[in-house]
Nanobody, 125 residues
Framework: QVQLVESGGGSVQSGGSLRLSCAAP???????????MGWFRQAPGKEREGVAV???????TYADSVKGRFAVSKDNAKATLYLQMSSLNPNDTAMYYC????????????????WGQGTQVTVSS
């Protein structure tokens, strides 16, 4: 069982930026580094959407809707995953979840065995 705790959400105006964090308390940097990780989001009435993934080699992939605006990174020593979001617009409003999976194939499709409770991002126009 991997516990993940997201933080950093909030309310911003269009064009603003936020950085989300996802910590894995109690896990060593080595253990953290063996998981492929990423972010997905879900807005009310909309389907779940994979946002960004970073695999164990550090290769990143992004949804077309966020390419060029979002950047995913991880600090294995701190056992923390990040999502830097810029040029936010109202379509980015959603609950954001971080996820982890030991299976890279599942993870690169943004399907995760473990995920956190989520952090809300609200973008106003």
């Amino acid at each position: 069982q991997v516990q993940l705790v997201e933080s950093g959400g909030g309310s911003v105006q269009s064009g603003g930026s936020l950085r989300l964090s996802c910590a894995a308390p109690g896990y060593s940097g080595y253990t953290f580094s063996t998981y492929c990780m990423g972010w997905f989001r879900q807005a009310p009435g909309k389907e779940r959407e994979g946002v960004a993934v970073i695999d164990t080699d550090g290769v990143t992939t992004y949804a077309d809707s966020v390419k060029g605006r979002f950047a995913v990174s991880k600090d294995n020593a701190k056992a923390t995953l990040y999502l830097q979001m810029s040029s936010l617009n109202p379509n980015d409003t959603a609950m954001y979840y971080c996820g982890a999976d030991a299976d890279g194939t599942r993870c690169r499709k943004a399907w995760f065995t473990y995920w956190g409770q989520g952090t809300q991002v609200t973008v106003s126009s």
